[in-house]
């Protein structure tokens, strides 16, 4: 699994937004709500960072202190997948919490998703699929971080991206912890 230090060197301006003191995410209560657990380079970039916006295309979700269940509750009622499933039109995948089921930690202002298949068992083995806005399907065999890393270091070309995607100088903005 890539380190969250290698997201860093690849994009340089999230670091502004990296916490001073690691976020204090109860993943025990997330993990447990959830229904499994998370993978540990997700953890890591969670412990460290706020929901990013890449690029002002790219949200990375991540949980907020004092907020998991929300997050994981957001995570197992993906409806717009739900609705995909149900007409059959998800190419196999299947939502969690089904065996193998897609969990959501990332999606574009245009509509594109990106999820985890929550198998093999380990999930530090699970793969990314990505749900282009286009109906395109594809899965890369990494983390999130990795995947991150390797879209924007141009090492990861994902289908149905539009052209400008990404960008030659992405910028990374972090949004507030705050609780509503």
């Keep these: 699994m890539l380190r969250v230090e290698e997201l860093e060197a690849t994009l340089p301006s999230m670091t502004q937004w990296r916490a001073t003191v690691r976020r204090s995410v109860d993943w025990a209560a997330l993990e447990a709500d959830l229904g499994t657990a998370l993978p540990s380079d997700y953890r890591s970039l969670a412990d460290a960072y706020p929901v ?24 197992r009622g993906d409806e717009i997948l739900q609705d995909l499933y149900e007409m059959g039109d998800t190419e196999g995948y299947v939502p969690f919490p089904q065996p ?22 380990d ?19 990494v983390g999130a971080v990795e995947f991150l890393a390797g879209v924007y270091g141009r090492n990861i070309d994902v289908p149905g ?3 400008d995607f990404p960008s030659d100088d992405p910028k990374v903005l972090g949004l507030s912890d705050r609780i509503d």
């Design 123 to 141: 999930p530090d083995a699970w793969p990314v699929v990505v749900r282009g806005d286009n109906g395109d399907w594809s899965e890369f065999p």
């Design 52 to 75: 990013l916006v890449i690029d002002d295309f790219l949200t990375v979700s991540v949980p907020t202190p004092g907020a998991e269940v929300r997050w994981a509750s957001a995570s």
């Design 161 to 163: 991206m539009p052209r």
């Design 100 to 121: 193998g089921g897609l969990i959501g930690w990332a999606a574009s202002n245009s509509g594109d998703s990106f999820y985890w298949r929550t198998s093999p068992a």
